[in-house]
Each structure stands twice: as C-alpha cells, then as structure tokens.
C-alpha cells in the first residue's frame, strides 16, 4: 500500500512570494490533515478536512494561507507572499475515519526555507 | 485549550542500558487517546505506541507505555536501547471533544551511544 506523498519535497524563496505544497493521501482515507513543523518543534495543525470539507482551520493564516480538498482525494496548501517565519517544515497526514483513536499516517513533508 | 511537555530536548543513552522519555499533558477532557510517534531522520513520523485505556501498559517493538490519568502521563520506556532507536520521538494527545486533532509535544531526541 502506497503512503501518504507530498511534493516538493523542498522548497526556497524570497518574502513575498507564493508557494504550493501538494499532498496525495492514502487511498480510502477521508481525512486529511496539514501540519507546520518549525524546526526543533513538534507539528502544529494548520487545517484538516474530512472528504471535501474543513472541519478545523482555527489555526490557518487565512489571510495568506489556504488549503482545499475539492474532490476529497488530493489536497493542496498554498501560501501567498511568504514571510521569512513561514520557514517550516510542512506535513501532510491522513486517517479513515475511526474516531480520536485512529491513526495518522505522516507524508515526509515539505521543507520550505523564506529567505 | 490541551498542551503536551516533553521535559527533555535531548536524552543520550549508552546501547543496552534502559532509557525513559517523559510525557505529561493537559486536557480538561476525559475521553483521551494517546500516541508515541517516532521521527527517523529524513522519514515521515510514524506511530509507535498508542493507547487510550487507564493503567494498561502498551507495548510495540521492545518498547511500552502506561497511560495513567492520575498523574496525567504516559511515558515512554524500553530496558535495553539500541543503537537503531537514536530517532525523534514525539508524545501526541487526542480527544474526544475536536475528533481528530492531535496536539504534539516539543520532541525527544534519542541517541544511542555504543
């Protein structure tokens, strides 16, 4: 069975520009979460959706973040005008639905550096 | 809202001695579930241990761990590191309440000494 797979796997920029990380998930798996990762922290739920639908974007920069699921199997999380603490480490995660005890399996991530 | 603390940054341990990784929460839920994830360098986190029962030790590749409400722990333990267990590892909660949200730890490393 394939894992959860994101690209790119690494990414550079400048401040100001935008940037999209992709994230394909496990097949059958309904839920699909995005993580921030700063380095030498563990990850912090951005947005997670279940199918097509966010369920949780409390912790989402709305006004230079978005995330969409439009079909309920990939995933996309874009950043417009990147700053300099953007600089993270971005995962994606994904689970079937089984209630707060279901596994989330992790993607390798996207490591993005803002200069 | 919920927090995890991982007391230690940085645990060095020598092969075949025991290691223990501490994990305490806060959460004003009863309805809990808990999770160690261990980090590999360049891999994705992946789940090494969870459980949600009080008082019963869980246990996954030579290690465990007791989830104990009353003290609002749920440590991780192995008798005998090795050299293969230097990684990151991660203490997560999850409850109830948000459904599926996990609130992460600030991470362990764990290196293994020969």
């Known amino acids: 069975e394939a894992g959860v797979t994101q690209s790119p796997r690494y990414a550079v920029l400048q401040e100001g520009q935008a940037v999209s990380f992709w994230c394909d998930p496990i097949?059958?798996?309904?839920?699909l979460y995005w993580y921030q990762q700063p380095r030498d922290q563990g990850p912090q739920l951005l947005v997670y959706f279940r199918d097509e639908a966010v369920i949780d974007n409390s912790q989402l920069p709305s006004d230079r973040f978005s995330a969409v699921r439009p079909k309920g199997t990939n995933s996309t999380l874009k950043i417009q005008s990147a700053k300099q603490g953007d600089t993270a480490t971005y995962l994606c995660?994904?689970?079937?639905?089984?209630?707060?005890?279901?596994?989330?399996?992790f993607g390798p991530g996207t490591r993005l550096t803002v200069l | 809202g919920d927090s995890v603390t991982q007391t230690e940054g940085l645990v060095t341990v020598t092969e075949g001695l025991p290691v223990k990784l501490n994990c305490t929460y806060q959460?004003?839920?009863?309805?809990?579930?808990f999770f160690w994830y261990v980090q590999y360098l360049n891999e994705a986190p992946q789940v090494l241990l969870k459980?949600?029962?009080?008082?019963k030790r869980t246990e996954h590749q030579g290690f465990h761990a007791t989830l104990h409400k009353s003290s609002s722990s749920f440590h991780l333990q192995k008798s005998s590191a090795q050299l293969s267990d230097s990684a990151l590892y991660y203490c997560a909660l999850s409850e109830g309440n948000m459904g599926y949200k996990l609130t992460f730890g600030t991470g362990t490393s764990l290196l293994v000494d020969p």
């Open positions: 995660a994904s689970s079937f639905a089984g209630g707060y005890y279901a596994e989330q399996f």
């Open positions: 959460t004003t839920y009863l309805t809990i579930a």
């Open positions: 097949s059958g798996h309904d839920t």
């Open positions: 459980s949600s029962t009080d008082n």
